[in-house]
């Protein structure tokens, strides 16, 4: 009995080496997913796309149906903005021919705000809910790397955190921390220059990004938009992330911080954007300069 | 018949956690609770209780796979749900040999076990540091939630499953017995 007794005890302990072993290489800083990460994530990943259709629909529906609610109220006002856009049109029009004419004739021919998207649909969610992520039905073979940024319609949305062939998992804003940091510009409607800072994370009491700022600025007004500025060398410039809900001070009082409400839907994702950044992306971990294509 | 409907109704399951989250409504998350279905894991333990004998180990080995999986595809660190999976799934194990499998064993044993397997991630995910919430606001806010929902579940499962996995399990070890 005792000799059973001793098995069962060096089986727990051999598993709990191999438990934290293993935890240990997925913690590792990983660029490329092993072989047999991607082969179950992209055969569960189909399965999830026949299995999962009729149910997508299904929620969907019943979204639909509560927006319907609404529908009166919101057309009232989409009519009003309406009226406005075209006018806004009109200026984007003639500022990109303009933009274009002055790149031609400084023959740049890329810019960081360029970019090509690569639309892909939402397959799952993490059922795990600590794990902000969920799966997309596009991977390396569409053109789709790590670290790409990823947005809807209505903003940034988060990032490409790991692909395999066919499918890849998406960690979302809310999941972001400060080994994932996103560099932004406000906008300052009362002066030239832009608000420069970092986001570094995300709030889980106010549901918020967390914005902290390089300078100080004197007035940086509630509202303002912000938007990713491109510097940190893997997201595109121009990608709108959020707006301003308050500023303050960090706990020692020495930093500008800003609480920042994402303009983008977390909960509810269906269709999304892969930003693939057209000019050069440079990876900082490994020291030199990988060509993207 | 068992060998190929089993790895089937659990690659299912799999796939349906990933539904899961447009399932649960939104009032929930309003009220900061966190449910996590372990719908598969409901499912091990009633293999573990109706297919299983006493000698065999076929819903380990499954727990194994089937934690495996849910690591690759829904988390990032690997082996976390492989082990709380198994490491409770060979708990149910010890504890059917004590005690009868009825309704009301099968119950009680199944809310301890899902209460423990959730407990077991929390505190790997805890030490990981990809939670940081206090020990106070998890008992309150995530186990108590899931705990009572899954058990929901587990009715459901139960009465669908009970007859049909002892049916499985009878066909399968009287065909070995006489064969052999």
Known sequence: MSFFRRKRLFSILLALIILVGLIGFSLMNRDQRTSIEEFFQDSFGWAQMIVLKPINYLTDVVSNIDDMKNMYDENRVLKENLGQYQKVLYEVQELRKENAELMGALEKSESIRDYTPIHATVIARSPEKWFKQVTIDKGIQDGVQKDMAVITAEGMIGKIHSASQFTSNVLLLNGFDRSNRIAVNVDLSDSDQDARGFILGYSEERNQLLLEFTEYYDEIPEGEFVFSSGLGGVFPDGLEIGQIDEVSTDQYGLTQIAYVQPSANLDDLRHVIVVDRDIETVFDDDGEDEVEN | ?180
């Open chain 2, 1 to 180: 018949m068992s060998r190929i409907y089993l790895p089937l109704i659990l690659a299912l399951l799999i796939i349906l956690q990933g539904a899961t989250a447009n399932l649960i409504p939104a009032s929930f998350d309003a009220a900061g609770w966190i449910v996590v279905i372990h719908g598969c894991f409901l499912f091990l333990v009633l293999i573990k209780l109706f297919y299983d004998l006493e000698t065999t180990y076929y819903a380990l080995l499954a727990a194994l796979f089937v934690g495996l999986i849910i690591d690759i595809i829904y988390t990032d660190i690997i082996g976390v749900y492989m082990f709380s999976y198994a490491l409770m799934i060979y708990f149910v194990h010890g504890m059917r040999k004590l005690l009868q499998t009825n309704f009301y064993v099968a119950t009680l044993l199944t809310m301890v076990s899902l209460g423990l397997v959730d407990a077991l991630l929390y505190f790997i995910y805890h030490f990981i540091g990809v939670t940081q919430l206090e020990m106070v606001d998890y008992l309150t806010y995530r186990l108590m939630p899931t705990v009572a929902i899954n058990l929901i579940l587990f009715f459901v499962l139960y009465l669908l499953f009970r007859k049909t996995l002892i049916k499985w399990s009878d066909e399968r070890f009287d065909l070995e017995k006489s064969t052999n």
